[in-house]
């Protein structure tokens, strides 16, 4: 559902539904966290799950690897409060920087990344699969 509000604009439905199986659904996050090392700080308002953000520790720096809000909870600070959660986590696991990938066009999240902090280092288009590609922008923060 969050990954449909985010991407509507930016990619095909067959896209988003793809990479929402291949790195969204339960099977994919269960596996990022069982063998790949990944860690999910999740979001709610009382008993309802209004976002999370996916991070994994790499040897000198933090891959956020993904956070997102649901969109009726975007402009309230949340996404603040995480990006500051993914800081005292590497910060504590002893990273120099956070790392992660954004969409080229996805202006809004790019935005809120620069005013936190992070510069843009690279641009890759990644295949997926399927005839689909990520095309991004590698963002860095320093610690």
Not at 6 to 33: C, G, N, P, T
Not at 47 to 68: A, C, D, H, P
Not at 111 to 118: P, Q, T
Request: hydrophobic fraction near 40%.
């Amino acid at each position: 559902m969050i990954w449909h509000e985010y991407f509507v604009s930016l990619l095909s439905k067959e896209q988003i539904d793809y990479m929402v199986e291949k790195f969204q659904s339960y099977d994919a996050i269960d596996r990022a966290i069982k063998e790949e090392g990944y860690t999910y700080f999740l979001a709610y308002e009382e008993q309802t799950l209004i976002g999370y953000m996916g991070v994994k520790l790499e040897e000198k720096r933090l891959f956020l690897s993904k956070l997102y809000l649901r969109k009726d909870k975007r402009g309230q600070g949340l996404a603040s409060i995480l990006l500051q959660k993914a800081v005292d986590y590497a910060i504590v696991n002893g990273k120099q920087s956070i790392y992660l990938t954004c969409n080229k066009y996805n202006q809004h999240s790019l935005d809120v990344y620069h005013r936190k902090g992070f510069y843009d280092i690279d641009a890759v288009v990644s295949d997926i699969g399927h005839g689909f590609v990520m095309d991004d922008y590698i963002l860095q923060k320093d610690l």
